[in-house]
């Protein structure tokens, strides 16, 4: 059973499954269609639903349409909305591969007898052994790396890979679109989605005031030769490697007032509508509780950037641990915590506190409640939420 989504890459999936002798479901994942959160007129799943009926006509396979609506609700747009009430930044695009295509699509598919899944991301899975028992796969990046999409499947089980196909893991998009033109599929030129996973493309700002009211506070900046790591603090000691830099009221002066902290993420420039500066301002720090935002005057700025994280022990996902990497122990890895994200030398460790990660460059902008995703070659070991 094929996800068709009404884009090129699923078309293209479907199409060589096909050819290489399967026989090949077509199912449409109707998982949003709340117009009134949208903020837009548009309504893009009716039209890629058609686009996938399409698809499944040229190539004379059954379609169908299940809806999932209700679940993607709960299991992503309100954890969405949840993380970003407690100044932190989701990935919904993880979470909804993880809760909705390769769960619920997964288990529908089962039900009625397919024997696999196939989607079209840009990754692959390799077995480990030829033995059908017990067999261990490995989640491999994809072979263009400008479009690989492996770490929006970080958190994927053992049990899952071995039920899924990738079958354009292997080529790049030249080639998917060359396959779906020369086979005249209706999707071969159509542009790839962009937005918000199954919503579409929506300002997130306008998105999230849907659910989070507007509340004013104060925009304070701090210098940049400000004393960002608090001794008073040191009792802690995976204090910088889980929060980083902490900030307080005092540390800085207010320079402007903004309508609610929640709406905010490290890193971020635009929205902050103050100006006046001879370098553009980012946000550095949240602080929810309290109801502010602090800032720091260029991209160099300190307060962007950190050597090293932590995820929480519960929140530890390996799609396969090295049998030889133990408690306190170190393993180098390659890191990335944002997709399309070059990917970083890094050291990880675990211990009873958690799972740390020291990098060899610091890293901009690392943000709590994101996914870091680590990799040794081109494959996916594991990943994390960042504490």
């Given at each position: 059973m094929v996800g068709l989504s009404g884009g090129?890459?699923?078309?293209?999936?479907?199409?060589?499954?096909?050819?290489?002798?399967?026989?090949?479901?077509?199912?449409?994942?109707?998982?949003?269609?709340?117009?009134?959160?949208?903020?837009?007129?548009?309504?893009?799943?009716?039209?890629?639903?058609?686009?996938?009926?399409?698809?499944?006509d040229k190539l004379s396979i059954p379609f169908h349409t299940i809806d999932f609506s209700v679940e993607y609700q709960s299991r992503v747009?309100?954890?969405?909305?949840?993380?970003?009430?407690?100044?932190?930044?989701?990935?919904?695009?993880?979470?909804?591969?993880?809760?909705?295509?390769?769960?619920?699509?997964?288990?529908?598919?089962?039900?009625?007898?397919?024997?696999?899944?196939?989607?079209?991301?840009?990754?692959?899975?390799?077995?480990?052994?030829?033995?059908?028992?017990?067999?261990?796969?490995?989640?491999?990046?994809?072979?263009?790396?400008?479009?690989?999409q492996s770490y929006f499947l970080c958190q994927l089980t053992q049990k899952q890979l071995s039920k899924v196909l990738f079958p354009?893991?292997?080529?790049?998009?030249?080639?998917?679109?060359?396959?779906?033109?020369?086979?005249?599929?209706?999707?071969?030129?159509?542009?790839?989605?962009?937005?918000?996973?199954?919503v579409g493309k929506v300002k997130l700002p306008d998105f999230l005031k849907q659910k989070l009211k507007p509340k004013t506070g104060h925009v304070i900046e701090i210098q940049s030769n400000h004393d960002l790591y608090n001794p008073k603090d040191v009792e802690d000691h995976h204090l910088e490697y889980r929060y980083g830099y902490r900030y307080d009221s005092s540390d800085g002066s207010i320079i402007g007032q903004h309508q609610g902290a929640h709406f905010y993420t490290i890193g971020q420039r635009k929205g902050l509508a103050i100006g006046g500066k001879d370098q553009p301002l980012f946000v550095i720090g949240i602080d929810t509780e309290n109801?502010?935002?602090?800032?720091?005057?260029?991209k160099n700025h300190p307060g962007l950037y950190r050597k090293s994280l932590m995820v929480e022990t519960d929140k530890i996902h390996w799609i396969r641990?090295?049998?030889?990497?133990?408690?306190?122990?170190?393993?180098?890895?390659?890191?990335?915590?944002?997709?399309?994200?070059?990917?970083?030398?890094?050291t990880i460790k675990m211990d009873s506190n958690g799972l740390f990660v020291l990098f060899e460059a610091p890293q901009f902008a690392i943000t709590q409640g994101q996914f870091v995703a680590w990799y040794q070659e081109n494959e996916l070991m594991g990943s994390g939420v960042i504490a």
């Open positions: 090129v890459d699923s078309s293209v999936a479907a199409f060589l499954l096909q050819k290489k002798g399967y026989q090949v479901i077509g199912l449409f994942m109707k998982n949003w269609h709340d117009p009134s959160m949208t903020l837009s007129n548009q309504c893009p799943w009716l039209e890629d639903s058609y686009d996938a009926m399409l698809v499944a747009i309100d954890y969405m909305f949840e993380e970003y009430r407690r100044g932190r930044t989701p990935n919904p695009d993880v979470i909804c591969n993880r809760e909705i295509k390769f769960d619920l699509f997964l288990k529908a598919a089962m039900n009625v007898g397919a024997d696999f899944i196939a989607t079209g991301h840009y990754c692959q899975k390799e077995a480990l052994s030829k033995n059908t028992s017990n067999k261990d796969f490995k989640l491999i990046a994809g072979i263009d790396k400008t479009k690989d354009i893991g292997h080529l790049n998009k030249i080639e998917v679109r060359t396959i779906a033109r020369e086979n005249h599929l209706v999707t071969a030129a159509k542009k790839d989605s962009q937005g918000l996973c199954f109801n502010i935002v602090y800032v720091g005057k260029g641990k090295p049998s030889s990497f133990c408690d306190n122990e170190t393993l180098p890895v390659m890191t990335r915590i944002r997709y399309r994200q070059s990917l970083e030398h890094a």
